[in-house]
Antibody, heavy 120, light 107 residues
Framework: QVQLQESGPGLVKPSETLSLTCAVS?????????WGWIRQPPGKGLEWIGS???????YFNPSLKSRLTMSVDMSKNQFSLNLTSVTAADTAVYYC?????????????WGQGTIVTVSS | DIQMTQSPSSLSASVGDRVTITCRAS??????LHWYQQKPGKAPKLLIF???TLQSGAPSRFSGSGSGTEFALTISSLQSEDFATYHC?????????FGQGTKVEIK
């Protein structure tokens, strides 16, 4: 079965760059699908960050677009997120997920999530 | 961005109760609405797709309805494993946006 696993530092200093990777198993990214990132600040709702296709095309939440890059590494079957100039407002649980698209877009397979704290 | 508002924010119910959670969109989103269940410390799980299509493996006591701006998630007979937070998400227009969540607690 398809599984996703996030990895990255749990603590990032303000103004630095948050970098996360999502390793995919049970499915080859090169076969298709968009792959996304969603975050959940403590005690708050979910926020879609952005998504990337296996060929590298991306689309982002405009609220984060200026600070965001995403990439795919098909040799490692993983995709990554970089968020620059972080502040305390970026503290959240970060999830990677597969986009399920059937004329509409939902997220049908999720990683377990990784907690990222922005603090000096 | 399309704003999604869920009500109530939380509710207390007993096993066997019928529970309805509503989700309102700030503009019409046709049936581009999905529901997720999230248990504490876990990732959300897709429950209902496109307003009313039950995901494979989801219990039949869950149902979704609505179109346009008003949607509902109904649990026909609440079970102990259903105590969780439920989120709605629209996919009519990017950026995809979620409701703030509804926490279903044990009475």
């Amino acid at each position: 079965q398809v599984q996703l696993q996030e990895s990255g530092p749990g603590l990032v200093k303000p103004s630095e760059t948050l970098s996360l990777t999502c390793a995919v198993s049970g499915y080859s990214i090169s076969s298709g699908y968009y792959w996304g990132w969603i975050r959940q600040p403590p005690g708050k709702g979910l926020e879609w960050i952005g998504s990337i296709y296996h060929r590298g095309s991306t689309y982002f939440n405009p609220s984060l677009k200026s600070r965001l890059t995403m990439s795919v590494d098909m040799s490692k079957n993983q995709f990554s997120l970089n968020l620059t100039s972080v502040t305390a407002a970026d503290t959240a649980v970060y999830y990677c997920a597969r986009e399920y698209t059937n004329t509409q877009v939902a997220f049908d397979i999720w990683g377990q999530g990784t907690i990222v704290t922005v603090s000096s | 961005d399309i704003q999604m508002t869920q009500s109530p924010s939380s509710l207390s119910a007993s096993v066997g109760d019928r529970v309805t959670i509503t989700c309102r969109a700030s503009q019409s989103i046709n049936s581009d609405l999905h529901w997720y269940q999230q248990k504490p410390g876990k990732a959300p799980k897709l429950l209902i797709f496109a307003a009313s299509t039950l995901q494979s493996g989801a219990p039949s006591r869950f149902s979704g309805s609505g179109s346009g701006t008003e949607f509902a998630l109904t649990i026909s007979s609440l079970q102990s494993e259903d105590f969780a937070t439920y989120h709605c998400q629209q996919s009519f227009t990017s950026p995809w946006t979620f409701g703030q969540g509804t926490k279903v607690e044990i009475k």
